[in-house]
């Protein structure tokens, strides 16, 4: 059964301590890299916060999700 998992973060999180260099964890759900960060968030900077958006196979096109319950 497919699942649509709704990333309510459109930054990484930072692991502060314990790697030699700095360490991001995808939050955004687009990186090609999972679970690192690959800069993919920065497609989502003009989402409104409140609508749910649906994006293609290489995280560049995407569509607003309209709830219809």
Not at 48 to 60: H, I, L, Q, T
Request: charged residues 30%; aromatic residues 8%.
């Amino acid at each position: 059964m497919a699942r649509m998992i709704r990333h309510e973060r459109n930054a990484p999180y930072e692991v502060p301590e314990g790697t030699e260099l700095p360490l991001y964890i995808c939050a955004c759900g687009l990186s090609k890299n999972k679970p690192f960060c690959d800069g993919s968030h920065k497609a989502t900077r003009d989402e409104n916060p409140s609508d749910v958006y649906v994006y293609d196979a290489n995280g560049k096109d995407r569509v607003r999700v309209v709830n219809q319950y």
